[in-house]
């Protein structure tokens, strides 16, 4: 593995990422939802640098801190179009468009359905995915401007890459999620991850990361067939008090 990665929650419910390539020591911040929380984490880490902000779409939570970053940092701020909206950017990336962070290749996919512009990044060698507000652990993200067939197509192209992927999400929802999946499937293995789960959020522990293969075998939006069943699905979580 080549790809550090620190987690650290920020705001409500966000994480912030900083990661690291190993061979060149080159630092980025995956969003930025509390600029004041990246730089004392980058302070904590000692690895002395912030490189790259990259972006995954263009809510305030997940750019807020691009302008006190870039003018603390001089790092370069790397996102999707949409990102002009909300907060400043110096390179537009696309799905199919490549990061390089160090020796660390970063593949860019588009991933609409939350936004319209959603990207994601992903090293296929370290087998790590950065995929914002697009899949969470047993959930996703809500249809804020894309459409029910446009979620469900990214996230069965998520679906696609090798299980073992690592995915690391920007929200901490799982256990709602979780409670959403057991009131759809009740399966004794799904109760079993449950519970899991909810051990862990009572020991203060982190959810994420998530890998593939778990989102396949629990992730209740993964696992519907088609679009028109993921659209009955998504809004009946939307209105889920469970």
Not at 5 to 20: A, E, H, K, S, T
Not at 84 to 89: D, H
Not at 138 to 150: A, H, K, S, V
Not at 213 to 224: I, L, T
Request: charged content about 25%; aromatic content about 8%.
């Amino acid at each position: 593995m080549t790809l550090d990665v620190r987690i650290f929650p920020c705001l409500n419910d966000n994480y912030g990422f900083l990661v690291r390539d190993a061979g060149s020591g080159m630092v980025a911040a995956i969003d930025t939802p509390d600029a004041a929380a990246i730089l004392a984490d980058l302070e904590r880490s000692g690895w002395g640098r912030l490189d790259l902000i990259l972006n995954t779409h263009w809510h305030p939570d997940h750019t807020q801190g691009n302008a006190r970053l870039k003018d603390e940092t001089g790092c370069e701020i790397i996102g999707p179009e949409e990102v002009r909206k909300a907060a400043p950017i110096d390179r537009i990336v696309a799905g199919g468009d490549v990061v390089m962070l160090g020796e660390t290749v970063l593949e860019v996919t588009h991933a609409p359905g939350h936004t319209l512009g959603h990207i994601v990044y992903r090293s296929a060698a370290d087998a790590q995915a950065f995929v914002g507000d697009v899949l969470f652990n047993m959930g996703c993200g809500r249809l804020f401007e894309g459409t029910p067939e446009q979620m469900h197509a990214s996230l069965q192209t998520l679906a696609a890459w090798p299980d073992e992927t690592m995915v690391w999400c920007a929200h901490e929802y799982t256990a709602g999620n979780a409670r959403f999946a057991l009131s759809v499937d009740d399966r004794p293995e799904m109760r079993a991850r449950a519970d899991e789960i909810f051990a862990m959020r009572e020991r203060g522990e982190a959810t994420v990361p998530t890998t593939i293969g778990a989102e396949k075998a629990f992730n209740p939006f993964v696992r519907v067939k088609d679009a028109a069943g993921f659209a009955v699905r998504r809004a009946a979580k939307d209105v889920f008090a469970g």
